[in-house]
């Protein structure tokens, strides 16, 4: 037909554009839905060619299997449903969407079908990931490549090991489109949804709790936080009813202990001071210091107390301005101003990477938690010629240490850096810039001219 015909001729002409500009089409955000549109297609292409080439290992799928067939059996007391691994300790919304995959492969049987799954999984997270990054409009698109086809540690997360991190990090990527899209309710339910299925969800909390009081203040907030409450409860009842200290204690055990051989970021640190409770306190100490101090210095932007958040938007003195990055520190030409999408982004993005910068402990299949942000955290500010190579560099070194197995000195070591780094950037990087303070006119009175006189 001639609609077909004219979308075909339409594409044709998009694309020999392109190619007439393709340093622009690197360099320019604006040409992020292209890229990323050529780039999901690779994907596909590269997740098949996975599949079907490298073999599959396991390592949590069948305990997930054998924990959710317990429930499915009727087992309902949380502390008697086990794996090969051991105890489940993920909240109820996991049960439910891998009780759904148990029944889809054979009761677990059918790999390769759940690697189908899986690829699945991966292209719907990466364009919720593009949604994102064409909302902000911060990204060269080169970038992308990087983020793409360059990673084996994601493609492995996803196709080759079936975790049920990304499970939880394509629900949560789900919830900022729609609080991008100013459907808060509907985002807080989501979110939700991604903390019943993994907690490290709950990193990205301080920011949405931010940006509901900035949005609604504190009787505004409150709905939108009993949303996420309410379908904890709703998740939670079969469980709740027979045996709910031993649900609550297992789905939500913030002090569980991590076993050291695993870690990738404390490998430089002895076993004793690594289980030290100590240790753990001082990370909780830090965290919660570094959080005060982007609320106070750097989510929060207007001239008002931060206490004002509590206020209803329309009874405060001062909107918050749009967040500005530092000219000077980058030598831009003029001040940026993010966009709300950008703003409320990077509230998000920032609150979970320092999150993962004191964790106490972060395992292979948890770089999926923060890999996807990276781009947005390293490019978010003004970026100068030559300080291109040195943020592709900084990806490039982290993707190294999330790839030596098993972790060492050196690699942990070098992680740490690369966050300090990134921390770094972001804090000078979006920082206000100074106040220019101007004399006021003179008040000396004009003379007085001689024929006046």
Sequence with gaps: ?????????????????????????????????????????????????????????????????????????????????????????????????????????????DIRLAQYLFAGLYLLNLLLVFRIYCRTNKVPPYVFFFMCCASYRIHSIFVLRLFNDPVAMAILFLAINLFLEERWSWGCFFFSLAVSVKMNILLFAPGLLFLLLQQFGLRGCIPKLCICALLQVVLGPPFLLVNPVGYLTRSFDLGRQFQFKWTVNWRFLPEEVFQNRAFHAMLLLVHLASLGLFALHRWHRSKESILALLKDPAERKHASPPLTVNNILWQAPCICPLNASAQIIFILFSSNFLGVCCSRSLHYQFYVWYFHTLPYLLWCTPTAKLAHMPKVLLLGVIELCWNTYPSTVCSSLSLHICHGLVLLQLWYGTAPPPVTHTRPPSRRPAAVSKKAQ
Excluded at 74 to 88: A, H, I, S, V
């Design 1 to 109: 037909g001639a609609a077909p015909a004219m979308a075909a001729g339409r594409g044709a002409a998009v694309l020999r554009r392109a190619w007439r500009e393709r340093r622009a089409a690197l360099l320019e955000p604006s040409y992020t839905p292209l890229v990323a549109a050529c780039l999901c297609l690779a994907e596909g292409g590269v997740n098949l060619w996975v599949i079907r080439r490298v073999p599959y290992t396991e390592i949590d799928w069948k305990a997930y299997m054998e924990e959710v067939e317990g429930f499915a059996n009727g087992t309902l007391d949380y502390t008697r449903l086990k794996g090969d691994t051991g105890p489940l300790v993920y909240p109820a919304g996991f049960v439910y969407i891998f009780l759904g995959l148990y029944y889809a492969t054979g009761r677990g049987t």
